[in-house]
T-cell receptor, first 116, second 118 residues
Framework: GAVVSQHPSRVICKSGTSVKIECRSL??????MFWYRQFPKQSLMLMAT?????????EQGVEKDKFLINHASLTLSTLTVTSAHPEDSSFYIC????????????FGEGSWLTVV | AQKVTQAQTEISVVEKEDVTLDCVYE???????LFWYKQPPSGELVFLIR????DEQNEISGRYSWNFQKSTSSFNFTITASQVVDSAVYFC???????????????WGAGTKLIIKP
């Protein structure tokens, strides 16, 4: 079946640096990709929605300049956490869909980010 | 407004007991999709089921079963003869069928942490 792959699965970075997380749809073209953030023991919080070739739509309260999302192709979206701070430490997960029927939505494995 | 409520934050049962996880949703749409996902401690989301609003038939898959009741806006999930490996956080989610050129988003419940004790 379709697979969405996230990389890296775990990353530790220093405060002030930037870190990039990739989300790839391996065997289908993802017209839309979503980025979620999950705090410990909480539900998933949608950060932004990205369509290939256009600017991402950010949810209220999510800083666009801090969480840069690029959806350059139909199989790849990237989330870059810029000038990371310890409070950015979280579990980030992407999902991808290839149509709007509600029938196909796939999640990546998630990425654990720790900022030290 | 769309909303998904999982009132049970944590459930703890002894292995082999049956357990039901509740999910109540709110939506104005007549066409929508409901989902259940399992999130084990490793973090990845495991898809369990998708149900569209026009299909009210209950579904059984092995030890898992789902009861969809539109009259009460509920989509409850039951695990029969629970096992330790069922321990995880379970999320219920809703997606409304919007216009064809709209983005498809999931509205998540808060999740229910299920602990199965040996």
């Amino acid at each position: 079946g379709a697979v969405v792959s996230q990389h890296p699965s775990r990353v530790i970075c220093k405060s002030g640096t930037s870190v990039k997380i990739e989300c790839r749809s391996l065997d289908f073209q993802a017209t839309t990709m979503f980025w979620y953030r999950q705090f410990p023991k909480q539900s998933l919080m949608l950060m932004a929605t990205s369509n290939e070739g256009s600017k991402a739509t950010y949810e209220q309260g999510v800083e666009k300049d801090k969480f840069l999302i690029n959806h350059a192709s139909l199989t790849l979206s990237t989330l870059t956490v810029t000038s990371a701070h310890p409070e950015d430490s979280s579990f980030y997960i992407c999902s991808a869909t290839q149509d709007f029927s509600g029938n196909t939505i796939y999640f990546g494995e998630g990425s654990w980010l720790t900022v030290v | 407004a769309q909303k998904v409520t999982q009132a049970q934050t944590e459930i703890s049962v002894v292995e082999k007991e049956d357990v039901t996880l509740d999910c109540v949703y709110e939506t104005r749409d007549t066409t929508y999709y409901l989902f259940w996902y399992k999130q084990p401690p490793s973090g990845e989301l495991v898809f369990l089921i998708r149900r569209n609003s026009f299909d009210e038939q209950n579904e059984i898959s092995g030890r898992y079963s789902w009861n969809f009741q539109k009259s009460t806006s509920s989509f409850n999930f039951t695990i029969t003869a629970s096992q330790v490996v069922d321990s995880a956080v379970y999320f219920c989610a809703l997606s409304e069928a919007q216009a064809v050129d709209s983005n498809y988003q999931l509205i998540w419940g808060a999740g229910t942490k299920l602990i199965i004790k040996p």
